[in-house]
């Protein structure tokens, strides 16, 4: 490379010793410099031509800061144009070789030279202003760029913390870190003055990292001593991606002080996504897939916040304070929509800036889900903040409470309906977390207040809507859907609608909605079709009034003396409805028939077609008794399906004799008494039976068999050997026997064996017999019981003493008799196995924060993992409180490279387990092998089961 400045002699019109500063350069891309005065070196703290020449890599455009560089570019290029080969007043802001930040601002000209062609003859002024951005002296720039590390070791940078608000609550849910820079030479230094110089100088990833561990360090303290924690957001700059690897930044900083990753946030501005980095992509996506809540700051304030949403998946979005600040009707409208939308997208909600009490009912109105402003307090240092939430007479949210309310808010949406949302304590207490201005109107309209209400529900002796409407709340979380009912308030019919929203931690969220529909022109309407249907209610037992729009089924009249159906309205997909009908009460062979009569895409056109304007179908349904009746339903179109209105259909439904088939079919249908019987036995016997053909592949099993070993139909089996399968635990011995079955006409009988169900080991006793045809053997049947299963009726359904009560699995007790087995296998029948221990790390809080179910939840939905993972010819045990142990055979070199990498993608799976029913939680694991073979060298210990175990322990303690 040619560091070498050119001499002066071949540019025309060019003095040696200009006093400002002065460059040459080529006018084509990619503009190479050939000559940069004195002056030029001296701005740039460089010695020397050569090593100016080094920090700009030989080209003029590097004069500007990346940020301004393309920008700069365009604006010379356009002036170049316009203006005959000159430009000036081009402004950008450049680095010095030391990392100094200096504004200039740039002019020159095209000039033609015998020597070089075109070039552009350039001169470089400093200015003290940048453009765009705020005043910042030139000295404090060199100060802040100069002293950041003496900063952060003297903790002259201090974390502030400013309060997150719970809006249906008004309790602390979070805290926003953010740097402050108090310095004992030039005093407090605002966000504003030095977080841009650290951007411009690329160095923003050092406080980050500093405010991140000084998150972590305060969090564990308080973990440690016991005090009350919540979750802490930080922010990361669009800079930090490139500088440094964020996540592995993120992570090593949380592990270091094991903090869950639910107690931290990370926010980006919609400025640092707006870019759509690949690298910023991926390390987001990281993030949250880890378990990290992603936050969208500054949402609305840049000009492609729908992209971000598009591009990016978050968790939660900041409200921009510019909303607030103009609080116009128009920026209130933008509120409401944002909201909306996020909800919509299931993003969560928080809006920044809150300053009034205005503010914040407003907010609480929409729906928005967390606040934050100088109304609940400005960021001051930890003590500070956490004295003015004591002094507020504000709580902290308990961890296990946060999806709870983030659910609620979500379920508030901006509606001309009534909405309230109710919270029903363990206790029983009912009290509202929510109630629209709608639902409030028609309160007051039927002469209650929010408070009348909550009294009437908590009185002691509650009074007969109140006893209802707690009836409904048991009815809709047994039946998983809304349910409806009315009653009379002077003179009024008043509809009551709940929905379950979720329930945990033993409340229950419920969502209600309140129509006086005696005011109601709609249902005046349907006052009057009531009247005029009233003589069908002596006819038909079952009428129901169907909306094919809103997918609902409300029944009309039901007559209940025969049958046992729903008899609220139903709400969801018609398809699934019918379905859930069909198997409920219709008979098996008729089901079929039943779903294409009331099919809901194609009833309407069929009424039309019909020259009765009606149809009519005959099915059996099941009555109190077991037994299946004949019904008739007829089903007619009340609107005529007019495009306007909504589809309604009527259908009513009555008893009737078995109706007349045509003729020479009746027969034909029924098949005889010996196949009815021989299907019965298959569907319904408990016991566990199976038939073979000669080659020991099986033809058919009961269900009872199906669902003992887990499958859904006997085409997973059919055609298939028990070595197929790989479920016993000595196939051998198994084949060996049926072998005798078969082919000497031997009868197997309490034969003990062991094979493998859903990673346990159970104890079978097997009978088995051959099957003849015209004298010959052409197959054999079997029958077997499981040990444990009869040891627990036997002692009058006690829990098996083998048996983990929480997943199911093996216990310990369990584990080590199956490892006793795996090991006589090994030193008698040499079959190699190996033993995989897995113990979770946990995040220690678990338990305290959301109590023992949740705990139980976890355990059982890890064992889930494992049962999936391993497949059916390992044995699984739950041997302590959070250890796991995994048996599993090998029969080769690469059977033990396959259980080594089993036991890693079982730790990668555990591990991204980050929520349980919704609830955050951080789960880590660590694993040990052994292989028994391994240890064969060993005369005494080599083959003891005690050892193995012992060895995989030690290696699980130590990490090995």
């Known amino acids: 490379m040619d560091y070498e400045r050119k001499d002066l002699s071949g540019f025309p019109g060019i003095a040696e010793n200009l006093p400002c500063c002065f460059y040459i350069a080529r006018a084509e891309k990619p503009y190479e410099l050939l000559y940069a005065?004195?002056?030029?070196?001296?701005?740039?703290?460089?010695?020397?031509?050569?090593?100016?020449?080094?920090?700009?890599?030989?080209?003029?455009p590097n004069f500007i800061a990346l940020d301004d560089r393309a920008r700069v570019e365009q604006e010379v290029s356009h002036a170049l144009l316009e203006r005959h080969g000159r430009f000036s007043h081009i402004q950008g802001h450049l680095f010095t070789r030391t990392s100094r930040i200096r504004y200039a601002d740039f002019a020159g000209h095209l000039v033609h030279t015998q020597a070089y062609g075109d070039v552009l003859y350039c001169t470089l002024q400093e200015i003290d202003v940048p453009q765009p951005g705020q005043v910042i002296d030139r000295d404090i720039r060199d100060y802040i760029v100069g002293h950041l590390q003496e900063a952060i070791d003297n903790h002259w940078i201090q974390v502030y913390y400013q309060p997150v608000i719970r809006t249906l609550t008004g309790e602390l849910c979070g805290m926003e870190a953010l740097a402050r820079w108090v310095d004992p030479q030039i005093g407090f230094l605002s966000p504003a003055s030095f977080i841009p110089v650290l951007e411009q100088v690329r160095l923003i990833h050092q406080l980050d990292a500093y405010v991140l561990e000084e998150v972590c360090r305060t969090l564990r303290q308080r973990f440690n001593h016991d005090l009350p924690v919540t979750p802490v957001s930080f922010n990361l700059s669009r800079y930090d991606f490139s500088a440094v690897d964020i996540f592995s930044l993120v992570e090593k900083t949380r592990v270091k002080y094991q903090i869950p990753?639910?107690?931290?946030?990370?926010?980006?501005?919609?400025?640092?996504?707006?870019?759509?980095?690949?690298?910023?992509?991926?390390?987001?996506?990281r993030l949250r897939n880890e378990g990290y809540e992603i936050w969208l700051d500054d949402f609305g304030s840049g000009y492609s916040s729908l992209n971000i949403l598009k591009d990016y998946t978050v968790d939660l979005i900041k409200l921009d304070m510019g909303f607030l600040r103009s609080f116009t009707e128009k920026s209130r409208d933008i509120i409401c929509s944002v909201i909306d939308m996020a909800k919509e997208l299931g993003i969560k909600t928080l809006a920044e800036g809150v300053e009034t009490q205005e503010h914040a009912e407003f907010l609480a109105s929409i729906g928005c889900g967390r606040q934050q402003g100088y109304l609940y307090g400005k960021p001051q240092p930890l003590v500070g903040t956490l004295a003015h939430i004591e002094a507020d007479a504000r709580r902290t949210e308990p961890r296990k409470w946060c999806h709870y309310y983030d659910t609620a808010s979500m379920a508030i949406r901006q509606t001309d309906r009534t909405s309230a949302l109710f919270d029903l304590h363990k206790d029983?207490?009912?009290?509202?977390?929510?109630?629209n201005k709608p639902y409030r109107q028609q309160l007051h309209a039927l002469s209650y207040s929010c408070q009348d209400v909550e009294d009437m529900f908590n009185r002691p002796k509650p009074s007969d809507l109140a006893h209802t409407f707690r009836e409904f709340i048991d009815q809709s979380r047994q039946s998983g859907r809304p349910e409806s009912f009315c009653y009379v308030e002077n003179g009024d019919y008043v509809n009551i609608r709940l929905r379950i929203v979720c329930e945990m931690n033993q409340h229950v969220l419920i969502h209600s909605e309140l129509e006086n529909i005696s005011k109601s022109a709609a249902n005046l309407q349907r006052g009057k079709l009531d009247d005029n249907l009233r003589y069908l209610y002596t006819m038909f037992e079952y009428i129901n009034l169907v909306d094919?729009?809103?997918?609902?089924?409300?029944?009309?009249?039901?007559?209940?003396?025969?049958?046992?159906?729903?008899?609220?309205?139903?709400?969801?997909?018609?398809?699934?409805?019918?379905?859930?009908?069909?198997?409920?009460?219709?008979?098996?062979?008729?089901?079929?028939?039943?779903?294409?009569?009331?099919?809901?895409?194609?009833?309407?056109?069929?009424?039309?077609?019909?020259?009765?304007?009606?149809?009519?179908?005959?099915?059996?349904?099941?009555?109190?008794?077991?037994?299946?009746?004949w019904q008739?339903?007829?089903?007619?179109?009340?609107?005529?399906?007019?495009?306007?209105?909504?589809?309604?259909?009527?259908?009513?439904?009555?008893?009737?004799?078995?109706?007349?088939?045509?003729?020479?079919?009746?027969?034909?249908?029924?098949?005889?008494?010996?196949?009815?019987?021989w299907q019965s036995f298959v569907h319904h016997t408990k016991f566990c039976y199976f038939w073979k053909d000669r080659e020991r592949r099986f033809l058919g099993a009961t269900d009872a068999f199906l669902k003992f070993y887990g499958f859904r139909t006997d085409q997973e089996i059919l055609g298939k050997t028990d070595e197929d399968m790989n479920w016993h635990l000595d196939n051998n011995s198994y084949r060996l026997d049926e072998i005798e079955v078969i082919q000497k006409g031997r009868v197997i009988e309490n034969v003990a064996g062991d094979c493998i169900i859903h990673g346990v080991l159970r104890h079978i006793t097997c009978y088995k017999w051959p099957l003849y045809r015209d004298g010959v053997i052409i197959g054999l049947m079997g029958i077997f019981f499981e040990a444990d299963d009869m040891y627990r009726k036997l002692h009058q359904n006690l829990p098996s003493p083998y048996e983990d009560p929480i997943t199911g699995l093996h216990n310990r007790q369990g584990f080590l008799g199956d490892l006793l087995q795996y090991q006589e296998a090994y030193a008698i029948d040499n079959q190699p196995y190996t033993l995989i221990l897995l113990e979770s790390r946990f995040d220690e809080r678990i338990q305290r924060s959301y109590g023992s179910p949740l705990l139980r939840a976890l355990i059982r939905k890890e064992a889930s993992i494992l049962r999936d993972l391993v497949g059916k010819d390992s044995v699984i045990a739950r041997v302590q409180h959070a250890m796991f142990a995994i048996l599993r055979r090998e029969n080769s070199q690469k059977d033990a490279m396959d259980s080594e990498l089993l036991a890693h993608t079982i730790q990668s799976h555990l591990q991204s387990i980050h929520q349980i029913d919704g609830n955050p939680v951080t789960v880590n694991f660590q694993y040990s092998i052994v292989h028994a073979a391994d240890l064969a060298h060993h005369k005494t210990t080599g083959r003891n089961a005690s050892y193995i175990y012992r060895l995989a322990l030690e290696r699980l303690r130590h990490g090995h």
């Open 261 to 285: 990753r639910d107690y931290l946030h990370v926010e980006i501005t919609e400025s640092a996504l707006a870019e759509n980095d690949d690298v910023v992509h991926r390390a987001v996506d």
């Open 548 to 629: 094919l729009k809103n997918h609902k089924v409300e029944p009309l009249y039901v007559h209940d003396s025969l049958f046992q159906l729903e008899q609220a309205a139903q709400t969801g997909d018609l398809h699934d409805i019918l379905l859930s009908v069909s198997r409920a009460y219709i008979y098996e062979e008729d089901q079929e028939g039943y779903m294409a009569f009331f099919n809901p895409d194609t009833i309407v056109a069929r009424i039309q077609k019909s020259p009765y304007g009606r149809l009519e179908h005959c099915f059996r349904m099941r009555d109190k008794q077991g037994n299946y009746v």
């Open 428 to 435: 029983g207490y009912l009290h509202f977390l929510y109630v």
């Open 632 to 677: 008739e339903c007829v089903v007619i179109l009340l609107n005529n399906g007019r495009e306007k209105e909504a589809p309604l259909l009527l259908t009513a439904t009555k008893s009737i004799h078995a109706p007349i088939a045509p003729s020479g079919s009746h027969e034909a249908h029924h098949p005889s008494l010996d196949a009815l019987l």
């Open 37 to 60: 005065n004195d002056e030029m070196m001296r701005v740039y703290d460089c010695h020397s031509y050569e090593e100016l020449y080094r920090h700009i890599e030989g080209n003029a």
